[in-house]
């Protein structure tokens, strides 16, 4: 069992055109025959160059090599030719035909599969081979980018190497999952790892500073959300800094006065009917609150 399951290999088989996929596996194409039902030529996959050993049924899609030696003699899909021709492993062959012909099909994993291989790296993990854990959570991941187990197992792998960066971007992908799911104390935790090891990394502080507002600690997430506020700024990323800036104006702490933060930005982006719109909101704000 790979990935993939045995459904979506036949769903995107059933969408090949045979001559397509030879021309895109390019060996001798020019001695193909062609008859009603079949394709006949030389095989890609034990590279023959005297004999037209490769039959393929055009309605079936599938394939077989008549030299007994050949990796093709079993038979299969155009896929598994696809795959044993250019020595990809299947999951990677499907990929890449879907990839090329654009085809309409969905790639669901095969969550079984990934929860045996989370356990394989686990296995791993407990043994020390970090190495090994590491290549099996990454291959999880590529797969399916949510997957918990696996995110976990990156983080125990980083931990063990001291890799701080890696680390963070494990968290990262981690808290927002969490978060994703509506599980905010769940995610806390990898937040706050988050913006410990990328602190250069602007989001993790705004998250933080949520975090800090709801337990009443004002001073601290102003702290955080002026720092995101600063990167966002200084990488560019104009909306959320000044996202991050009135969310502190509207926290109405006067600790800190965001407006000249705030009309720099404008300035920088060049609108300055912007920073009067955001003057006269604000004062209008001030006006009601003062009535
Ligand atoms: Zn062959």
């Given at each position: 069992m790979g990935v993939y399951s045995e459904k979506v290999i036949a769903e995107v088989n059933e969408q090949l055109d045979p001559r397509a996929v030879l021309e895109l596996i390019g060996?001798?194409?020019?001695?193909l025959q062609e008859s009603a039902e079949t394709f006949r030529g030389f095989c890609p996959i034990h590279r023959e160059?005297?004999?037209?050993?490769l039959i393929i049924d055009k309605s079936k899609r599938t394939f077989r090599c008549?030299?007994?030696?050949?990796?093709?003699?079993a038979g299969g899909t155009l896929v598994e030719l696809y795959a044993l021709a250019k020595e990809l492993s299947l999951e990677n062959a499907l990929e890449e035909l879907v990839a090329h012909f654009q085809l309409n099909v969905q790639l669901p994993v095969d969550p079984e599969y990934l929860e045996k291989q989370a356990e394989v790296g686990e296995n791993y993990l407990e043994l020390g081979y970090l190495d090994e854990a590491e290549k099996v959570f990454l291959d999880i991941v590529a797969a399916d980018a949510v997957f918990e187990r696996a995110i976990r197992g990156l983080i125990h792998v980083y931990e063990q190497r001291g890799e701080s960066e890696s680390l963070g971007r494990q968290h990262a992908a981690l808290a927002q999952i969490l978060i994703q799911r509506g599980e905010r104390s769940a995610a806390e935790e990898h937040v706050r790892a988050w913006a410990q090891y990328?602190?250069?990394?602007?989001q993790s502080h705004r998250y933080l500073g949520d975090y800090l507002v709801e337990q009443g600690d004002m001073e601290s997430a102003l702290e955080e959300f002026m720092m995101a506020a600063d990167l966002y700024a200084a990488q560019g990323k104009y909306e959320e800094a000044i996202e991050a800036y009135t969310h502190v104006d509207s926290?109405?702490?006067?600790?800190?006065?965001?407006v000249p933060h705030v009309l720099q930005i404008y300035e920088q982006m060049e609108q300055p009917q912007k920073a009067v719109q955001f003057l006269r909101e604000r004062a209008e704000a001030a006006v009601l609150r003062a009535d």
């Open positions: 060996y001798h194409t020019d001695k160059t005297v004999f037209r050993t008549m030299y007994s030696l050949c990796k093709g003699a990328l602190p250069d990394d602007p926290l109405q702490l006067d600790l800190v006065d965001v």
